[in-house]
């Protein structure tokens, strides 16, 4: 899905970058130009770069047959 339309960045090229080690909505217009036309994606793109971002649970087996 296209979530800059002014520079054609989809929520795969968000989380790609977001797995490259970006951080942050200023990071992720300079790497990709997104927001730095008309803006009104600033808010979608750091839903996803947030979500891209969080840190996955690890899933231990002890713990599962611990509860």
């Given at each position: 899905m296209y979530v800059c339309l002014c520079h054609g960045v989809t929520d795969?090229?968000?989380?790609?970058a977001a797995e490259?080690?970006?951080g942050s909505l200023a990071e992720l217009t300079m790497r990709t130009g997104l927001g730095s036309?008309?803006?009104t994606c600033g808010e979608?793109?750091?839903e996803i770069l947030a979500e891209a971002s969080a840190p996955k649970p690890f899933p231990l087996p002890v713990f599962a047959?611990?509860?």
């Amino acid at each position: 899905m296209y979530v800059c339309l002014c520079h054609g960045v989809t929520d795969s090229d968000i989380r790609r970058a977001a797995e490259a080690g970006c951080g942050s909505l200023a990071e992720l217009t300079m790497r990709t130009g997104l927001g730095s036309g008309c803006g009104t994606c600033g808010e979608m793109a750091s839903e996803i770069l947030a979500e891209a971002s969080a840190p996955k649970p690890f899933p231990l087996p002890v713990f599962a047959v611990a509860a």
